[in-house]
Each structure stands twice: as structure tokens, then as C-alpha cells.
């Protein structure tokens, strides 16, 4: 049942109250200016910043980034509902649509078995029906009922079943053609992500397992060690705006690369320093870079630097699990040159 089968033992969870529950999930905040033309439309590919309002049948208003930035994100890449991209799609920078989208298309039916119980032992103190909690691996719950001895939680989206009506308008866009990727595996993916989505130029990230064998992995295949896949950080860059080299120099200083196959207390091929490039051109800079850093080292970097293959997302509770607030609910500032400490599990 994917997500849902992640949940099934509660007592290897544990519970927080939720701080929130943003309804589509946003890449990153501040974004730079983009040079867009005005005959450009929205097209699969394209990274574009859209305000939307979205509506119930019963004409109340679920959700709004009006008043707050605009929506960012990649069309088709799966970040929002497949209704969402439609209704952007095929629009102007500037123009605006409204749409109906019915359950299918955005958050499915509801699904009697994403409710489920447990003991009440096994729950934090306080809570009562009608509260949302949060699950340690970032999965938002509501609290169906409590009782002396059982807490029931409905882990279906507050939106399931429930046909969405948008008011959409896009406010910039960045051509598929002028969008770049970068990976890198610098030990575990969470501090990196956040270290990249820090940097100015950087559109979007995201975490998965790159250059192994396995079809399909999954965090917990990666870890046992076995389908030879490293936990990387891909980025989305603008050339335009950040540079291939400048992306090195954000990789080198997040890690030790002289580790072979560990960061810290992390050990394993999957916490492997590596570059996987993406083009002949990074592959001959990456390479130079790993030469030039070897200059400031005494032992000898251990940098994997090959083209990627085989690169699999993450889980999405893996996605910007810092920014979002990581184990103990207290998130990192993503934005452009922040220069916070990374308390990299949160």
C-alpha cells in the first residue's frame, strides 16, 4: 500500500502535533528575476512561479498564496497534482485560467484503509479529535478520535474525494531549454539539499539514489547496502544565473571527500563522495575541480566522478525534510544565502 504500509507499526513512529499542512509543496523561496518573453507559453519541462486560489464546490476557499510568494515548480516533474500542471499549462506569463478539477486528477478518493488505530500509549500527550499530527517520517495525520485506550488517525489528505477549483495566474517562467542539472552524494542527502537550495541560481531540488544497480530502490533497500546506489542531491540550476563551478565549490565544502565510502557516523557505499554529470562539459570540470581540491588535502579524495545512471527519486518525505522541519519539527531556512548552521538531522 506505499506510504501507508511505512505506518504500520506506530510504536517504531512516534507522534508530534503538525505546524502546518501547505497544500502543494513549493521547491524553494526568493527566487531571482528571469528574462521571460512574453509570447512564451507554460509547456511539460518548464519551471514557472504561479499565484493560484483554490475553492470547494461549496465556493469556500481551501487555500491561497496570495499574500505569500508564488507557487514554484517544474510542470509534469510530479511536485503538485496533475490537475494543478493543467490548469497552468498552455498559459502566457501573465494570463490566468480557472478550472475544475475533479478527485481523480487531484487528491484521489478516500481510502478506508489510511485509517487507522493504535494504543494510547503509544501517543504523545494532548491530543484530541479534530488536531493534525505529524508522523517522524513528515506524513501529516488527523486525529479521527480519542478514547481511554485507542487514538484513530485518518493519514488520507484533508482534500481526498473532494473535487478542486482553481484560479490560476503565472507570474514568470524559465524555458525547459535553459534548465541544467547537477548530482552530487555528499554523505546523507538531507544537509546538502539544504546547503544547494540555499544557493542563488538554484531553481529547485531534489533527493533520490543514484548510480546502483537495483530497479526501483527504496530508502530502505539503499541502506542495507546492497543495490550499490548513493544518497545524492540533484539540483535544477539556470546557467544564467549560478555556474557549474560555483555548484562544485558548494559540493566540496559540505563534506570530507578523503572518506572513502562515510561522512561522520554514516557508513556505507551509499554515503559515498561522488559527482554523477550530466554532459561531456561537466564531466571534464568536474574532473579538473577534484584535481584543483586535491592541492588542499593531504590524503588522497576519494571522489566518485562518473556519468549518473540509474538515478531514482527519493521517497516524498525525504523531499526538503530540513526546510520542512526534519525529526524534531523545527525547520531550516532555505532561502538564498542564508548562512545558518545545518543541524543535518534536523
Request: glycine letters at 10%.
Amino acid at each position: 500500500m506505499g506510504i501507508y504500509s511505512s505506518i504500520s507499526n506506530m510504536a517504531m513512529l512516534g507522534l508530534r502535533l503538525a505546524r502546518g499542512r501547505p497544500f502543494l509543496h513549493s521547491a524553494r523561496r526568493g527566487a531571482p528575476t528571469f528574462r521571460t518573453r512574453a509570447t512564451a507559453t507554460a509547456k511539460p519541462g518548464d519551471y514557472v512561479h504561479v499565484h493560484y486560489t483554490g475553492t470547494l464546490d461549496d465556493g469556500s476557499t481551501f487555500d491561497s498564496s496570495r499574500g505569500r510568494d508564488p507557487l514554484e515548480f517544474v510542470i509534469g516533474a510530479g511536485k503538485v497534482i496533475k490537475g494543478f500542471d493543467v490548469a497552468v499549462t498552455g498559459l502566457e506569463v501573465g494570463g490566468t485560467r480557472k478550472q475544475r478539477i475533479e478527485p481523480a486528477d487531484a487528491y484521489g478518493e478516500a481510502d478506508p484503509n489510511a485509517v487507522i488505530s493504535f494504543p494510547i500509549s503509544q501517543a504523545p500527550d494532548g491530543l484530541k479529535a479534530g488536531m493534525q499530527v505529524q508522523l517522524s517520517n513528515g506524513m501529516v495525520a488527523s486525529v479521527k478520535s480519542v478514547d481511554k485506550e485507542v487514538v484513530t488517525l485518518d493519514l488520507n489528505h484533508e482534500l481526498a474525494g473532494k473535487a478542486l477549483t482553481f484560479d490560476v495566474e503565472l507570474v514568470k517562467l524559465v524555458p525547459s531549454e535553459r534548465l541544467h542539472r547537477a548530482t552530487f552524494g555528499a554523505g546523507c542527502f538531507w544537509g546538502p539539499e539544504l546547503a544547494f537550495q540555499r544557493v542563488p541560481g538554484v531553481l529547485a531540488t531534489e533527493v533520490g539514489y543514484s548510480n546502483g544497480a537495483a530497479t526501483n530502490p527504496t530508502y530502505e533497500d539503499v541502506c542495507g547496502g546492497n543495490t550499490g546506489h548513493a544518497e545524492v542531491v540533484q539540483v535544477m540550476y539556470d546557467p544564467d544565473e549560478v555556474s557549474y563551478d560555483r555548484l562544485l565549490e558548494e559540493f566540496w565544502s559540505r563534506h570530507n571527500p578523503t572518506q572513502l565510502n562515510r561522512q561522520g557516523n554514516d557508513v556505507g557505499t551509499q554515503y559515498r563522495s561522488a559527482i554523477f554529470t550530466h554532459t561531456a562539459e561537466q564531466l571534464e570540470v568536474a574532473l579538473k575541480s577534484k584535481a584543483a581540491v586535491q592541492a588542499k588535502f593531504n590524503e588522497p579524495i576519494v571522489t566518485q566522478v562518473e556519468p549518473i545512471d540509474n538515478y531514482h527519486p527519493a521517497e516524498p518525505y525525504h523531499q526538503q525534510y530540513l526546510a520542512r522541519g526534519g525529526r524534531f519539527g523545527k525547520p531550516q531556512n532555505p532561502n538564498k544565502g542564508c548562512n545558518d548552521p545545518i543541524r543535518c538531522y534536523g
